[in-house]
């Protein structure tokens, strides 16, 4: 259960997980509802990543910030479906930006804990990266990280965020060979962005 700031408290409280950031998740897919998110996030100077170009077949399906009036926007999640692979169905790729801490990527991702420190330590040390993106114009550098089944997860570090890339099925992290530049959507808004049927992958609004 989540509890709003109150006289006891002056965060949002989880029964389960202590201190956490609202979840904001938009219930119109279009230009003008993915406008006020990219103006929320640009306010705090969280990154909305988004493959651009878009490869064929592929449209925004969904996006979702996460903070409160207080502390701003603390994360940005932004999904992408299109084709699976083999023709197999619809295939979901989710983007991630948050600060340290923040937990949203890992919870997309399905493994424990608040960001994937840990998770790299040891793979960044000790082999070259997975995946090679640009995001922003910089090299950035993805790593695999273990998830269940169903999906694929990389993350890396970008513009000074956790940078996160969850793929449902698993084999549709191929957008990220496919389209290797991410671009962010606060710097501009492309207006040929292509959008379509809410993706279920996102949770709804805390």
């Not at 938009?26 to 406008?35: E, G, I, P, Q, T």
Request: proline content about 11%; hydrophobic content about 45%.
């Amino acid at each position: 259960m989540l509890r709003p700031p109150g006289l006891a408290h002056s965060h949002w409280l989880c029964d389960t997980c202590g201190v956490v950031s609202p979840l904001h998740t938009s219930r119109r897919v279009n230009a003008d509802a993915l406008s006020v998110a990219v103006n929320r996030a640009a306010d705090t100077g969280i990154p909305v990543w988004c493959p651009w170009p878009l490869p064929v077949g592929w449209m925004v399906s969904g996006f979702a910030w996460a903070g409160d009036d207080r502390e701003g926007v603390v994360a940005t999640a932004l999904a992408c479906t299109g084709p699976a692979p083999l023709g197999s169905g619809p295939a979901d790729v989710l983007l991630v930006a948050e600060e340290p801490g923040t937990g949203l990527g890992a919870y997309m991702a399905g493994f424990a804990g608040p960001d994937p420190g840990q998770l790299l330590a040891g793979a960044v040390a000790g082999q070259e990266p997975h995946a090679k993106v640009k995001a922003a114009g910089r090299p950035t550098p993805l790593w695999s990280v273990a998830v269940p089944e169903d999906r694929s997860a990389y993350a890396g570090e970008a513009k000074g965020r956790w940078l996160f890339a969850v793929s449902w099925p698993a084999q549709a992290g191929y957008l990220l060979a496919e389209t290797s530049v991410l671009h962010d959507l606060c710097e501009w808004l492309p207006p040929e962005l292509v959008f379509g049927a809410p993706t279920p992958r996102l949770p709804c609004s805390q």
